[in-house]
């Protein structure tokens, strides 16, 4: 009978949810009206449809509307998955073509089928395939971007189509006969016709597969590398027209390719080619014409794939080489199936202008579409054209003549003149390596395999892998068993088995295969191993069966009634007389056929529909196609649902040698699955069943087995499991079932007495505890020694052992370790295995104590197993292990299982990291902790590759090593959620090192990391997100959006985007910033008040009134420039509207009765042109306002463009805005070309600065082209002249300057330093507007220069200083060197310079020139020469203004001498000024007016010097300096001090100062400047010209710049743009570019950087004020400061930086150390500045309670302990945002009537919240909970199991541990309270007492007597686990009769307990020898 059990019954398993399907495509597809679509096509006219003719473009259309009739259809399932809300959510995505139509749709279990996308295209689809393609992200990246497509292949073109909305059309360049999916991208198969034999070259067939890497890639061969008897086998194309593909699969990437000649079937891997093979492929051919590698390959192929490189003329060049006979020889070869559609697009004729070829007819398959997409999108279809049509001629020309015979005469002239021009090649991707290959059967006795009709992977239980194919010829699925070599990158096949099969499957999520067999019947295999049959319930199949019916079926069925006997039987004898079992054949010869069994083979068929086909198989369904035509999905169950069940089963598997494995887990699946198998929750017991039923025992004769099998109690028939619920059936079928031959052999007798549940706790009834007593020596407990898994019980005891540690680690999972522990003590029974038995009963005392039975084995039988080596006597103990790891003892390394025990290595490696302290722990020194189990299963493959983390060395105090846990867990995937599965006292210590990180994070932690830390705030910053997100920001969480206001004016200044909360919270005390809004506005009409006195006329009034608001007017021109700079990067456009641009409104209202008042009315003259350069200004700050981060494309700016032509200059200047801020590099080439061929001078103005302020610095050739074009002194000296305006020859000059900045690039600055000096020419060229032309020069020569200063690498001998110092003092011009000489020969017939320098003109320039080159560099040698001049001599012969600039230059070269002081100011000014000006008693000789205007000029020179040295700094005492010289300047704007200075000059340097001041405070909003702002606003007068308003504006702008969230730089860069910006000449009208281009004002943009730092409460999102505490770098100036600043806050400039700082009390720490690294704070910066803050609990922040009174904790500074008193759990929503603490406040606090808890509950229950918020640790509520439920546990003694003890252990000794450290380590401790003494001390005394009455239990435990089942056993156990004292079983007779203390103590030493533990046990020891109670005081009184 015991045999019987391990033969293969012939079983049966039930496949479950049965349902119709249909493809959902079908139905969608139905209700589409495309056919309506075609019926419309057909009546337009002819002349619409574009084709290259139109009558056969209508036969065409009328043609396919016949086709569509009857339209095959064909679909594929594949599995998505997708991941909603953190969990993976899996359904079945579907793609079905019928007709012209793809639908992919997706639909899971649980939701219906919906459409995602649907595509309609133009001609009949072929074939459609998901694919992905690789996109690579950048030039460096190596991890590529996936992105999921789908392609149509249509006859002529494969349209792509990405997920993400990108389409893609490819033309194709031949016939496809497939296409097919890789890894790389698509593989293309060519059609074979018959002609090719004739095409092609003998000897040289053309490529049949070609690869694809991406739509917008050329199609390029494929070539192959065969396996070779020799090495170096031939790399070659893939050109044999005999190899068919039948599969390709990207992991692994393999294809699997049929010999069509052979018969046999080849697989190779597909790989990128090697450099080597390329170069082998392509190189030259030397040798003769005939080898495949020869001129085939370069030659004829390239010169045909290269022709359609000259699109340009459709009859031309291409066509020379063929020879007279092509044209007319193609008329009649035409018709081959090769035909391209391209041939026909007029793009392409490139063969021959013949007519015949292009007619329609011969093509009936071209797509209109197609051809229009090729002919007239530039921007798709472009570039995947000329890759694609390259192919065509070759493949087009059946001639055999002409064409081929001239590339095959290897001395023919024409040939060469063809090929040479052409011999690029086309360069292979993708390699073909042959892997493995089909023997060639003998073709004598057997007929050749056919081609595989299917070919899939799939692998087995035990991860073997296969790739199957089906050879339907044979009825064969021939299995190839593969495996990865060590290095995983090459695949080794191995051994071939083949299945008798008609049709097969793969399962992917069951590891299993289904294979429906030549007589109809299901089978499923997992692997090559059959499992059992599959038995469809509802489908009378071949295969009789039963089982009940699902009544959900949708296919109407009748019910099955169990069949009859008889007739089975024959048949199946004659079924094996008459063909060899296949089930034998595969089995091996020991396999008994049992005739008995009627669940087999019918071979006849029956009337009934059958199956007859298997498809679409998706994780563990698939899809039946029935011989009638309908189909059924079927679902094939898993091997287990049980969590618990599945770890043993992969335990199982691990330790198992591969076959024994295979065994068990096919043995299970069947028991499981049987038809009608258990429910869910009996899996278990029968798990167990079988489990030891294959180790050897009769489950029969155990009494708690016995009892597993029943869910029913006291029935007295044997009930049979209950069949799963959805599965209601007949009666007949359990009377079968029961007299099944399985249910005989497993219930072989009735039960006697009645039959408990079992449920976790065993509850025994008298009955079985006296059979259990009895003597168990009835030979019916012995082990059966045959069973298959006999020899293997200890180490299958060890691994489940293992799994149960594991087990007891998981919350969740600890209920599957107490089922477990029963089957685990009756193995160590069993094995006689004391200290495991016993230590399940430490963990579950009152269960383990019911189990007494216990197996005998002889000897023999226990010599006969295996005893691994790993199984030791003393049992390895997870908690203990830990234990000891606290106590600090030296630990073994703890066994686990790679894969399986996975937790087990997370804590014991944490532990051993933070705990032991050795800090490579997780790194080098892992195998110190961990012993890996190898074992028959692989031994390593599933453990994951340990990280190294950092190879920094920490110093190992506490902190870094709780930063490295954190870290490393992080790393391992280890999550918030995971760590409230531990259990409370193993969780502590992570905790802890959790709440030490959370107290000092490190800045630059990952997101993960953060999280798992509970930061939020540090989580939300690595999350990267900006402030205000135009609309779309309220997802994204922050939305900071401006209020909008009612009034409609309000919105159209184009101020309204500043973000009011930052803005409030920095300026919250007035309203400056409305007052700025206010002073800019230009959209509004101004106030004209003149007063009409008596004596005007009514018309003098009306022109008075017209020239006041001309005044006004020049104000109002000038203000968007300084608007720019206000609401700088303020903006996120929205992409589906155009950027709003205000009014430029030139209009005034005159009060009282608010008359319009308007320039154009003719009464006044007004300048012409007048606001063109106002509306350029206005569209650069309408442009500036859109922030960096945008989303903006070339599509966008084009949309921008304003229809009407007087806004193109508003559109130059947004062009120009859009360069300033980057955004202009996403402009198309062909759009920027567009723009500058109008001609319009603004925009090639804006457009050219802009690019280049976009490619600032990077030497971009493509610009510098630009560029020059626009640049006379760039071109050739003999290209033609162009005429380019003035201006913008100035802006491409600067833009050089720009594009070439700081690269000391020498021919640039050659040419520009000639052109500082450009003399002019003759007729009218280069004669107005010089100074700006030179001054261009100057600025773009410092700017290529920049910084350089004597360093000028290869420059040496253009001599750039003095040929500067000589245009700065000016002399002798030297001749003209180089290219320009031609220019310059004839002197300009308008200005007479004669040969000397024009100092006027070059000195400007040259000064800034020598200012720049020199910047910082502190030369002073170069400094003395700017110097102003020391006698009134000199200094008349220099004008005031350039002494300014030379002031500045000579300072900002000395740049470390600047002192923001008025002593270093005056400091400038030469001896001769400083003694005579305020002198009463000037000499004759001296010229006051000189003298003071130099004075004046001097002093603004050196106060800009400050300006740029301390920009953006708000440095107090630069700021003092500057405003004291302002309002000095100020008080000189009388009309007696202006009589001397000139109102010009004064204005000049009043201006001057006033933007010092500015750039000074930019960004800080301050109210002093911003008075003199106004102040200087308010005054229109006459002297106040357009240049002096810009200059107060651009003040204004910088003051607030960027709505205070930019302030400026002061690197070498942001110098050079601020010196362009700032020019101290300022334009005199509105159109004045005389000295300086106006639109350089706008460089100053470039100077901007973000340094607002803006903390952001990160619960509610909203900004906040918090305590920054910033440390400054020790410099030569000051030491290492450190400042406390409330944020939000400028930061100074981060190279000065240390480290910056949230400082509590309010909010957590966070500190950034910017010693390391500056990045990530500037990334902060550059994100609006956004820096999350976290409120501390207990705290509100500083805007509610600004002097902190009002705080939680400040009530507990008086008394100690009224805090907890004075707490009201009801406030605690206003302290904490923590919603946990929220409802435990609400649930557990607060005494409700329904509630019976007793004050003190409350109470307790209340100081846990109270101390979880003030200790910011709410995490810990649960463990303070957990404790205090253990202890009170304890104190009723109704523990089942001792889990909490050992918690509380683990506890307790993390405590002492830190407290022996001393106070020190306390403070990080988590654990701080008095809680937990109490807590330990309550403990102490219940177990002591307990002792005390008890000590005999102890006693008798010790002397291995038998334990009865009370509370006093689970007492005893709980004693000897908190005392952590060992397995002390028969030990007694070492220990008892001690006769002292020492004695104890000294035989003791051995076993390891603590010693005060030890002291507990002095009573017993001592005791037993001397009478009961020798020491009672003893064990109180000792701790």
């Given at each position: 009978?015991?045999?019987?059990?391990?033969?293969?019954?012939?079983?049966?398993?039930?496949?479950?949810?049965?349902?119709?399907?249909?493809?959902?495509?079908?139905?969608?597809?139905?209700?589409?009206?495309?056919?309506?679509?075609?019926?419309?096509?057909?009546?337009?006219?002819?002349?619409?449809?574009?084709?290259?003719?139109?009558?056969?473009?209508?036969?065409?259309?009328?043609?396919?509307?016949?086709?569509?009739?009857?339209?095959?259809?064909?679909?594929?399932?594949?599995?998505?998955?997708?991941?909603?809300?953190?969990?993976?959510?899996?359904?079945?995505?579907?793609?079905?073509?019928?007709?012209?139509?793809?639908?992919?749709?997706?639909?899971?279990?649980?939701?219906?089928?919906?459409?995602?996308?649907?595509?309609?295209?133009?001609?009949?689809?072929?074939?459609?395939?998901?694919?992905?393609?690789?996109?690579?992200?950048?030039?460096?990246?190596?991890?590529?971007?996936?992105?999921?497509?789908?392609?149509?292949?249509?006859?002529?073109?494969?349209?792509?189509?990405?997920?993400?909305?990108?389409?893609?059309?490819?033309?194709?360049?031949?016939?496809?006969?497939?296409?097919?999916?890789?890894?790389?991208?698509?593989?293309?198969?060519?059609?074979?016709?018959?002609?090719?034999?004739?095409?092609?070259?003998?000897?040289?067939?053309?490529?049949?597969?070609?690869?694809?890497?991406?739509?917008?890639?050329?199609?390029?061969?494929?070539?192959?590398?065969?396996?070779?008897?020799?090495?170096?086998?031939?790399?070659?194309?893939?050109?044999?027209?005999?190899?068919?593909?039948?599969?390709?699969?990207?992991?692994?990437?393999?294809?699997?390719?049929?010999?069509?000649?052979?018969?046999?079937?080849?697989?190779?891997?597909?790989?990128?080619?090697?450099?080597?093979?390329?170069?082998?492929?392509?190189?030259?051919?030397?040798?003769?014409?005939?080898?495949?590698?020869?001129?085939?390959?370069?030659?004829?192929?390239?010169?045909?794939?290269?022709?359609?490189?000259?699109?340009?003329?459709?009859?031309?060049?291409?066509?020379?080489?063929?020879?007279?006979?092509?044209?007319?020889?193609?008329?009649?070869?035409?018709?081959?199936?090769?035909?391209?559609?391209?041939?026909?697009?007029?793009?392409?004729?490139?063969?021959?202008?013949?007519?015949?070829?292009?007619?329609?007819?011969?093509?009936?398959?071209?797509?209109?579409?197609?051809?229009?997409?090729?002919?007239?999108?530039?921007?798709?279809?472009?570039?995947?054209?000329?890759?694609?049509?390259?192919?065509?001629?070759?493949?087009?020309?059946?001639?055999?003549?002409?064409?081929?015979?001239?590339?095959?005469?290897?001395?023919?002239?024409?040939?060469?003149?063809?090929?040479?021009?052409?011999?690029?090649?086309?360069?292979?991707?993708?390699?073909?390596?042959?892997?493995?290959?089909?023997?060639?059967?003998?073709?004598?006795?057997?007929?050749?395999?056919?081609?595989?009709?299917?070919?899939?992977?799939?692998?087995d239980l035990c991860e073997n892998h296969y790739l199957c194919f089906l050879v339907e010829s044979h009825q064969q699925l021939r299995c190839v068993k593969f495996i990865e070599s060590n290095d995983t990158s090459q695949l080794i096949f191995a051994s071939v088995t083949s299945i008798p099969a008609k049709d097969a499957e793969p399962l992917q999520s069951i590891d299993a295969m289904l294979v429906l067999e030549a007589s109809g019947s299901l089978v499923l295999y997992t692997g090559v191993t059959r499992v059992s049959k599959v038995f469809v319930p509802g489908l009378l199949s071949p295969t009789f069966s039963l089982s009940n019916q699902p009544p959900h079926l949708s296919t109407p069925v009748e019910n099955i009634s169990t069949p009859a006997n008889a007739a089975s039987r024959h048949i199946r004898r004659l079924d094996e007389a008459s063909m060899p079992s296949p089930v034998s054949e595969l089995r091996g010869p020991n396999t008994k056929h049992h005739e008995a069994s009627f669940l087999e083979d019918y071979t006849f068929q029956q009337a009934t529909s059958y199956i007859h086909a298997l498809r679409d198989p998706v994780c563990n369904r698939v899809t039946l196609e029935l011989s009638n035509g309908t189909m059924l999905r079927i679902s094939i169950p898993e091997i287990a649902t049980s969590e618990l069940v599945r770890k043993c089963l992969q335990a199982i598997r691990f330790i198992l040698p591969k076959e024994a494995a295979m065994k068990v887990l096919v043995k299970w699946y069947n028991i499981y699955n049987a038809p009608g198998g258990p429910s869910a929750h009996a899996e278990w017991n029968l798990f167990v069943t079988c489990f030891m039923t294959l180790m050897g025992y009769n489950t029969e004769r155990l009494a708690w087995t016995r009892n597993l099998h029943f869910e029913v109690p006291l029935s007295p028939v044997i009930a049979a499991k209950k069949a799963r619920p959805s599965d209601g059936g007949s009666d007949e079928d359990w009377e079968y079932l029961l007299g099944s031959h399985y249910h005989r052999q497993m219930i072989s007798q009735p039960v006697c007495g009645p039959v408990d549940s079992y449920s976790g706790t065993a509850v025994t009834t008298d009955t079985e505890v006296l059979s259990s007593v009895s003597p168990p020596s009835s030979p019916s407990l012995r082990l059966d020694s045959s069973a298959p898994l006999f020899h293997h019980i200890p180490a299958l005891f060890y691994v489940l052992h293992l799994l149960y540690q594991e087990l007891q680690l998981d919350e969740l999972q600890r209920a599957g370790a107490s089922s477990l522990v029963c089957l685990l003590q009756q193995l160590a029974r069993d094995l006689q295995l004391e200290e495991y038995v016993d230590l399940y009963w430490r963990d579950y005392p009152s269960l383990i104590s019911s189990f007494t039975e216990s197996c005998l084995m002889d000897q023999a039988q226990i010599g006969q197993m295996q005893r691994p080596s790993f199984l030791k006597a003393e049992p390895p103990s997870m908690f203990s292990w830990l234990s000891s790891c606290l106590r600090g003892e030296e630990v073994l390394p703890f066994p686990f299982l790679p894969g399986i025990c996975q937790r087990t290595r997370l804590l014991v490696l944490s532990y051993a990291l933070y705990i032991v302290g050795d800090e490579n722990a997780t790194s080098t020194d892992v195998s110190k902790y961990l012993a890996k189990l190898s074992a028959g299963q692989k031994s390593c493959a599933s453990e994951p590759a340990y990280k190294r983390q950092s190879s920094v060395k920490f110093d190992l105090s506490s902190e870094n090593l709780a930063e490295k846990l954190v870290v490393w867990l992080t790393s391992e995937g280890f999550t918030l959620k995971d760590l409230e599965s531990v259990p409370f006292g193993v969780a502590l210590p992570i905790r802890e090192a959790i709440y030490r990180c959370r107290e000092q994070p490190c800045s630059d932690w990952s997101e993960e990391v953060c999280l798992l830390i509970g930061r939020q705030d540090l989580t939300r910053q690595a999350h990267k997100m900006t402030l205000a997100k135009d609309k779309a920001s309220v997802s994204s969480g922050l939305s900071l959006e401006p209020p909008t206001t009612t009034e409609a004016d309000e919105e159209e200044d184009g101020m309204s985007d500043i973000i009011q909360e930052v803005t409030g919270l920095i300026w919250s005390q007035d309203l400056r910033v409305h007052e700025v809004r206010r002073l800019l506005q230009s959209s509004r009409p101004v106030r004209v008040s003149v007063v009409q006195l008596p004596e005007v006329s009514d018309h003098e009034y009306i022109e008075e009134k017209e020239n006041k608001l001309l005044q006004l007017c020049q104000r109002t021109m000038a203000l968007p420039v300084g608007r720019g700079l206000f609401t700088l990067f303020s903006y996120h456009p929205v992409p589906t509207e155009p950027l709003p641009v205000p009014k430029l409104n030139l209009t005034g209202r005159a009060p009282p009765r608010n008359t319009m008042v308007d320039l154009n009315s003719g009464n006044i003259d007004v300048p012409p042109n007048m606001t063109s350069w106002s509306s350029f200004h206005n569209g650069v700050a309408a442009g500036l306002k859109i922030a960096p981060a945008s989303q903006v494309d070339s599509a966008w700016i084009a949309y921008n463009k304003p229809k009407s032509p007087e806004l193109a200059n508003e559109y130059a200047g947004f062009l120009m805005a859009l360069g300033l801020n980057g955004h202009l590099t996403k402009l198309a080439t062909l759009n920027i070309h567009d723009y500058l061929t109008k001609g319009h001078e603004m925009t090639s103005i804006g457009l050219l600065l802009g690019v280049a302020s976009a490619k600032l610095g990077t030497m971009d050739m493509s610009i510098t082209r630009l560029l020059s074009i626009h640049i006379p002194a760039l071109l050739p000296p003999t290209s033609t002249e162009l005429d380019v305006p003035h201006n913008v020859q100035v802006a491409a000059v600067v833009g050089i300057g720009l594009v070439y900045q700081g690269t000391g690039h020498r021919h640039n600055a050659e040419v520009l330093l000639a052109e500082i000096g450009r003399p002019p020419g003759p007729e009218m060229e280069y004669c107005t507007d010089r100074e700006s032309y030179s001054l261009a020069a100057g600025l773009a020569l410092g700017m290529v220069c920049l910084g350089h200063g004597s360093n000028l690498i290869g420059m040496t001998d253009l001599n750039v200083p003095e040929q500067l110092y000589q245009y700065m003092v000016g002399g002798h011009r030297r001749a003209q060197a180089g290219a320009n000489r031609e220019r310059h020969k004839s002197p300009s017939y308008q200005i007479k310079e004669g040969d000397t320098i024009n100092v006027d003109v070059t000195c400007p320039g040259a000064t800034l020139a020598l200012a720049m080159i020199y910047l910082k560099t502190n030369n002073r040698s170069i400094a003395d020469w700017l110097k102003a001049p020391d006698t009134m001599f000199l200094l008349d012969f220099i004008k005031p203004e350039f002494l300014l600039l030379r002031t500045l230059a000579r300072c900002i070269i000395m740049w470390d001498e600047i002192l923001p002081n008025a002593a270093w100011v005056s400091s400038n000014l030469p001896q001769i000024i400083q003694e005579n000006i305020g002198n009463a008693s000037v000499s004759e000789d001296m010229n006051l007016e000189t003298l003071v205007q130099a004075h004046d000029y001097i002093i603004a020179g050196a106060c800009m010097a400050v300006g740029f040295r301390f920009a953006g700094s708000a440095n107090s005492d630069a700021f003092d300096c500057l405003y004291k010289f302002a309002r000095r300047f100020m008080k000189g704007l009388t009309p007696a001090a202006a009589a001397v200075t000139g109102h010009y000059n004064l204005h000049t340097c009043l201006s001057m100062i006033l933007l010092s001041l500015s750039m000074v405070m930019a960004g800080s909003g301050n109210l002093k400047v911003l008075q003199l702002c106004r102040f200087l606003h308010k005054r229109t007068s006459g002297e106040m010209i357009y240049g002096f308003h810009m200059a107060h504006h651009m003040a204004l702008g910088l003051l607030f710049l960027g709505g205070g969230r930019y302030t400026l730089s002061t690197s070498n860069s942001a110098i050079a743009a601020l010196l362009c910006a700032l020019y101290p000449h300022f334009p005199a009208h509105s159109t004045d570019n005389r000295y300086h281009l106006q639109a350089l004002r706008h460089l100053a943009v470039l100077a901007a950087e973000p340094r607002l730092l803006v903390p952001v409460d990160v619960d509610s999102l909203k900004p906040c004020y918090a305590l920054l505490e910033v440390t400054y770098k020790e410099t030569q100036w000051y030491e290492e400061t450190t400042v406390e600043l409330m944020a939000p806050t400028m930061l100074p400039e981060l190279h000065l930086l240390k480290r910056v700082k949230v400082k509590g009390p309010r909010y957590w720490e966070l500190s950034i150390d910017l010693s390391k690294e500056t990045q990530h704070l500037k990334s902060i910066l550059s994100r609006d500045g956004v820096l999350y803050v976290k409120l501390r609990a207990g705290q509100l922040p500083y805007k509610d309670d600004p002097q902190g009174w009002k705080s939680l904790l400040a009530s507990t500074v008086n008394h100690r302990n009224s805090g907890v008193r004075a707490f009201k759990p009801e406030a605690i929503s206003t302290f904490t945002s923590e919603p946990a603490l929220v409802s435990f406040a609400e649930f557990f606090c607060k005494a409700s009537d329904g509630m019976k808890h007793r004050e003190d509950t409350l109470t307790l229950f209340s100081a846990m919240l109270y101390e979880c918020v003030t200790q910011e640790s709410p995490e810990m509520l649960p463990t303070y909970i957990a404790i205090e439920q253990a202890v009170g546990a304890l104190r009723r003694s109704d523990l089942p199991q001792t889990f909490p003890l050992w918690q509380m252990r683990l506890v307790v000794e993390l405590w002492d541990s830190r407290v022996l450290r001393g106070p020190t380590s306390r403070n990080g401790a988590l654990l701080t309270s008095e809680f937990l003494p109490v807590m330990k001390n309550m403990m102490d005394v219940t177990l002591d007492n307990w002792l005390t009455d008890n000590s005999s239990v102890l006693r008798s435990y010790m002397r291995g007597e038998a334990l009865t089942k009370d509370t006093q056993s689970t007492m005893l156990a709980c004693f000897l686990v908190y005392r952590s004292i060992p397995c002390l079983r028969n030990t007694h007779t070492q220990l008892e009769g001690c006769t002292s203390l020492g004695d104890m103590l000294l035989r003791c030493s051995h076993l390891g307990i603590p010693l005060r533990d030890l002291m507990r046990l002095v009573p017993v020891l001592l005791g037993s020898a001397s009478g009961p109670q020798t020491l009672p005081g003893l064990s109180q009184h000792v701790y």
């Open positions: 009978m015991s045999e019987v059990v391990y033969e293969e019954t012939a079983t049966m398993i039930a496949a479950g949810e049965l349902q119709s399907f249909v493809p959902f495509g079908r139905e969608h597809c139905r209700n589409h009206p495309n056919a309506f679509n075609l019926q419309l096509r057909e009546l337009q006219p002819a002349s619409e449809l574009w084709s290259s003719d139109g009558a056969a473009g209508l036969v065409g259309s009328l043609q396919e509307v016949t086709l569509q009739e009857r339209d095959r259809e064909c679909w594929q399932l594949r599995k998505g998955c997708v991941g909603v809300g953190g969990e993976e959510v899996e359904f079945e995505e579907e793609l079905y073509t019928a007709g012209n139509m793809v639908v992919w749709s997706q639909g899971s279990r649980s939701q219906a089928s919906s459409v995602y996308k649907a595509f309609t295209v133009d001609s009949p689809v072929q074939q459609a395939l998901w694919c992905n393609f690789a996109v690579p992200q950048n030039k460096k990246a190596v991890e590529e971007e996936m992105e999921q497509t789908v392609c149509i292949v249509q006859s002529s073109c494969v349209n792509v189509h990405s997920t993400t909305g990108k389409d893609f059309i490819s033309p194709l360049p031949f016939q496809l006969s497939n296409l097919w999916a890789t890894k790389f991208g698509l593989l293309l198969e060519r059609k074979n016709p018959a002609s090719d034999a004739l095409l092609s070259p003998p000897g040289e067939p053309l490529p049949t597969v070609f690869s694809m890497l991406h739509p917008l890639d050329e199609i390029a061969p494929v070539v192959c590398k065969p396996a070779g008897l020799f090495e170096g086998s031939r790399v070659q194309y893939v050109s044999d027209s005999t190899m068919k593909i039948v599969f390709s699969c990207c992991q692994p990437s393999i294809v699997v390719s049929y010999d069509t000649v052979q018969g046999t079937h080849s697989v190779w891997a597909l790989r990128k080619v090697t450099h080597d093979e390329r170069s082998t492929v392509l190189r030259c051919p030397v040798e003769p014409v005939g080898t495949p590698l020869g001129l085939m390959t370069s030659g004829f192929l390239t010169s045909h794939l290269r022709n359609v490189s000259r699109l340009d003329s459709p009859g031309g060049s291409g066509a020379t080489g063929l020879g007279p006979g092509t044209g007319p020889s193609c008329g009649g070869g035409c018709a081959s199936p090769l035909h391209y559609s391209a041939l026909h697009s007029h793009q392409n004729r490139i063969m021959t202008s013949s007519p015949g070829l292009h007619s329609r007819v011969h093509s009936p398959s071209i797509s209109n579409m197609a051809a229009l997409s090729r002919s007239h999108s530039p921007g798709m279809a472009a570039p995947s054209f000329s890759g694609a049509a390259r192919f065509n001629t070759s493949f087009h020309t059946p001639s055999p003549r002409g064409h081929h015979s001239l590339l095959l005469s290897p001395n023919s002239t024409t040939n060469e003149s063809v090929l040479v021009p052409e011999m690029e090649p086309i360069i292979p991707d993708l390699c073909m390596e042959q892997l493995w290959s089909e023997t060639a059967t003998a073709s004598s006795h057997r007929e050749m395999s056919s081609q595989a009709s299917k070919v899939f992977l799939t692998s």
